[in-house]
């Protein structure tokens, strides 16, 4: 949400729930704002087998795409929304993120 609302170096979002059902009521779907980040974003997902948030990540990555900024949707395939139970995927994301924030932020 903040991507889309303010200019930043980058932002990194790790998911926990599903992309197209908004956080919080009075906050929009993260699919619907994706489309007009101005800031470069990397969004984290676990899918851990739901085919629902799958399909609603793949969504995001699409409205993402649109956006004038750099941007990578990223899912782990069997792990969850706190990556503990992949220690290997979670390894991988704070790798990524790192990598991220490196190349953004100088």
Do not use: C
């Not at 980040?37 to 649109?66: C, F, H, K, N």
């Not at 395939?77 to 290997?88: L, W």
Request: proline share 7%.
């Amino acid at each position: 949400m903040v991507a889309s609302q303010r200019t930043l170096g980058a932002a990194v979002s790790v998911g926990g729930q599903s992309a197209a059902v908004p956080k919080e009521s009075e906050l929009p779907p993260l699919v619907e704002i994706a489309g007009s980040l101005t800031s470069p974003w990397l969004g984290i997902y676990g899918d851990a087998g739901d085919e629902q948030g799958v399909a609603a990540v793949e969504r995001l990555r699409e409205a993402a795409a649109e956006s004038p900024v750099a941007t990578n949707v990223v899912r782990y395939p069997g792990a969850n929304h706190r990556f503990d139970a992949d220690p290997g995927a979670a390894a991988e994301a704070w790798q990524r993120t790192l990598g991220w924030f490196d190349a953004h932020l100088r």
